[in-house]
Every structure is written in C-alpha cells, then in structure tokens.
C-alpha cells in the first residue's frame, strides 16, 4: 500500500510525537508542542504520511505574512529513501506560497548532510550558521529559499502597453 499525505490531525499527535522521539532522541518536540501548533490553524499547517495505519513521515509550517518557516519534518527511518521527505518539503512548499509567502526559511542540524543535500536539490541557499543552536553544541545551518514574485491579485495593466 502507497502512503497517504494527509493533513495532520490531533489523533495523530501522540504517533508523531513517538517517531520525533526516534528521530531526534536528543532534542525531541514535547508532546505539548505538537498540540500547541496545530491550534494554531490561522498560521499553522501540518502534514503527515500514513501507510498501513502508521504514520511513516510529518512536517510542519508556520506562514506569518509573507514569511515562512519548515517548522518540523521527519520521516521513518524504514521509509527514508522513498522521496516522502522530498515530497513532504514540496508539499509546504506549495503551501507557502499559496499563504503569500516570499521565502521560506529553515534550520538544519550541520551533522545532517543527507537533509542539507535535500533541501539544497530545492533551491534552498545557506545564508547563516547558528553556533551551539541544538542540544549538545551542535550548530544549525540557515537556509532560505525565495519564492517567485507573484503579481498582486489587484494589479492592473495599462492596455496600451
């Protein structure tokens, strides 16, 4: 059976909390986190992947004007290497900028190469390291991808031009 990308729901909550335990031992999201975010509807949106009844794959983004941050994601390790995390990033991605998003930022751990590689392949760019931002000293790499510049919904041409 395919997986399912579906939005994330509060049922969900407790098996994503235990696969962002898994993934991330040292610096999990609390429970409590998780719950927080999805009461935020009006900037909040979150997505998981569901095969055979277990969520396999999760992320989070948060869209405040016309900014947007990848909150969380996280794939099963069993099904890392299928594109789940290619397509979860694709998936906020979209939904940025259907928010008004004209970039989307992330932090990634520096020791994370396979995810750094992903979201470069998207069109993400470094533009800071943050020293000692994770637990245990570890430094975060900033990326940013600028989104294409829309014309507003409102804007008129001349028709002489």
């Known amino acids: 059976m395919s997986p399912e990308l579906r939005r994330m729901t509060t049922d969900d909550i407790p098996a994503v909390h235990a696969l962002e335990t898994e993934l991330f031992p ?38 405040v004007a016309d900014f947007a941050d990848v909150q969380t994601i996280g794939v099963a390790p069993a099904a890392q290497g299928q594109g789940l995390g290619r397509r979860l990033m694709q998936t906020l991605i979209a939904r940025a900028q259907e ?6 930022m992330l932090e990634v751990r520096v020791d994370n190469p396979v995810a750094i590689g992903l979201y470069a392949s998207l069109g993400f760019e470094n533009i800071h390291i943050r020293p000692g931002y994770y637990k245990g000293g570890i430094d975060a790499q900033i990326m940013r991808l600028p989104l294409p510049l829309r014309i507003k919904a409102d804007a008129t041409l001349d028709e002489k031009d």
Do not use: N, S
């Not at 927080?36 to 900037?43: D, G, I, K, R």
């Not at 569901?50 to 948060?62: D, P, R, S, T």
């Not at 928010?99 to 989307?104: D, F, L, P, S």
């Open 26 to 63: 040292g610096d999990p999201w609390p429970l409590e986190g998780f719950v927080a975010e999805l009461e935020q509807v009006e900037t909040r949106d979150y997505w998981v992947y569901e095969a055979g009844g277990q969520i396999i794959g999760y992320a989070g983004l948060c869209t």
């Open 99 to 104: 928010r008004g998003a004209e970039q989307v």
